[in-house]
């Protein structure tokens, strides 16, 4: 608000479940306090110094794919400090299916997913690629909407992204703060760095599980798609949700699901990361010692 004219927003008020369709290129919505969902249909859209308050009226699977900002296929779109409450009525606060996302200094609450990179290969094989987060705060998260798993960031496929200085604030009933998965197409190349998290029921997922994850009964994850070049680097993890970060560790890692041990296709790569309150290493599995079983 202090970059706002007066330090003040502007209403933009209705019902919190209208749709506002963004439809002109280079639109800058700025200094707004918008109830209702943005569905941005065009390149190069700016929100910044604003508030939005949505719910798209829906609960469980019937909400999958809303969110308070929608970058739709071909759109693009730069989310600059902006307070994002989902109101337990949203799936995420931020659904990129579009060619780019920048996401910066955004304060989100109230989705069962903060980020969710989708990829609507029916349309392009690039959709939720190229993405930036950072900076910004994922917490308070409810069950109300979508599966209830909820993520601080998901993909089933997504390619060149950078996750960077942000905090995830996930309880130990949440799946997770990171989920890089490849159901609908491979993962590679995503940096995630300098990263505060805790909670999750494992705090990291990076893991190929296509066509298989190798599990009992599943077949293994040898051709189909990939996770590849995924890397996680000085990544700080708190004790604050549980004594193993997550409820169960920082890294689902299954050693007897072969090949890949339910983690990325080539391996984990992991530098500098360490427990806050410990300063112990996690680079080579989940924490350990002082009575902790985690893994």
């Avoid at 706002?4 to 280079?26: K, Y």
């Avoid at 909400?63 to 071909?74: F, L, P, R, S």
């Amino acid at each position: 608000m202090s970059q706002c004219p007066g330090g003040q927003l502007t209403a933009n008020g209705g019902s919190v479940t209208r749709t506002i369709q963004i439809t002109t290129p280079n639109t800058v919505i700025s200094c707004e306090d918008i109830q209702g969902m943005l569905d941005i249909q065009a390149q190069n859209v700016t929100v910044r110094n604003s508030l939005i308050e949505s719910s798209s009226g829906m609960t469980g699977e019937d909400a999958n794919g809303t969110a308070a900002i929608k970058v739709e296929d071909g759109a693009s779109a730069i989310i600059d400090h902006v307070k994002i409450n989902g109101d337990d009525g949203v799936h995420a606060c931020i659904w990129h299916q579009g060619t780019s996302l920048v996401v910066n200094a955004v304060n989100c609450y109230g989705v069962d997913d903060g980020v969710f990179s989708w990829a609507d290969t029916s349309f392009s094989s690039t959709t939720g690629d190229h993405f930036v987060i950072k900076n910004s705060y994922f917490h308070g998260f409810t069950t109300a909407t979508a599966n209830g798993h909820e993520d601080g960031y998901q993909t089933e496929g997504a390619s060149f992204g950078l996750i960077r200085h942000n905090t995830y604030r996930m309880t130990t009933n949440a799946d997770s703060a990171i989920a890089i998965w490849d159901s609908l197409k491979s993962s590679h190349d995503i940096r995630v760095s300098h990263n505060l998290i805790t909670g999750g029921g494992f705090s990291i997922y990076a893991e190929d599980y296509n066509p298989g994850d190798g599990g009992p009964g599943n077949p293994p994850a040898v051709g189909g798609f990939s996770d590849t070049n995924i890397t996680f680097t000085r990544n700080v993890f708190s004790t604050d949700a549980a004594g193993c970060v997550g409820q169960f560790g920082v890294w689902f890692d299954r050693p007897s699901w072969g090949p890949y041990d339910g983690g990325p296709t080539d391996g984990w790569r992991r530098t500098g990361n360490k427990v806050l309150e410990t300063g112990q290493s996690v680079d080579s599995g989940n924490p350990s010692g002082g009575g902790l079983s985690c893994g």
